[in-house]
């Protein structure tokens, strides 16, 4: 028996089906004992600025295929997020840039829904200003498309992820 929903339907020691997920974080066979923890996952995102705009990225993947985003991903076992941030910046925009062009802004807790497994996250968020608008794509199998939006036409509801949108409201849109 499971409680809540699970993307479990056996004990992976054992088999069984005789156990509980808790809150989509603790599962516990109840026929030999194991336990797994879901943990949170750790991931970045780079806010680049350049006057009064700010770049998205179009997502060509989903989650949230199609709506915006901000560059970034998960952080690998063994990094920092400042080091996972320049990675993914060079992996998915080419460019090269350097921790100590990052300036932390906030962390924020998200919801990452990717094939049926909730991953809970704790996204990072740095800001880099920039000095000119010609960005090239990379990462041509993530990232549809790259758009500079004026802080005054940011449409919030066109932005793919919660913490995101939080934090762009938060942050950067003029009131």
Not at 3 to 27: A, L, M, V
Not at 148 to 175: C, M, T
Request: hydrophobic share 40%; aromatic share 12%.
């Amino acid at each position: 028996m499971t409680e809540g929903k699970t993307f479990f339907k056996f004990c992976p020691s054992c088999s069984s089906q005789d156990f509980d997920y808790t809150n989509n974080f603790k599962f516990h066979c109840k026929h030999c004992d194991f336990v797994l923890y879901h943990n949170i996952a750790a991931a970045v995102a780079v806010v680049f600025t350049l006057e009064d705009k700010i770049l998205f990225t179009i997502r060509n993947v989903n989650p949230d295929k199609g709506k915006l985003d901000l560059p970034g991903g998960f952080i690998d076992p063994g990094e920092n997020a400042e080091e996972a941030a320049c990675r993914e910046i060079k992996e998915e925009l080419g460019l090269d840039i350097l921790p100590s062009a990052l300036k932390y802004i906030t962390t924020s807790p998200n919801d990452y829904l990717y094939k049926k497994v909730a991953y809970r996250t704790m996204d990072i968020f740095y800001e880099c200003p920039l000095t000119r608008a010609e960005i090239q794509i990379a990462a041509k199998d993530e990232i549809n498309g790259l758009v500079w939006i004026k802080r005054n036409q940011i449409d919030l509801n066109a932005i793919g992820f919660a913490s995101i949108r939080k934090v762009i409201q938060e942050r950067y849109l003029l009131n």
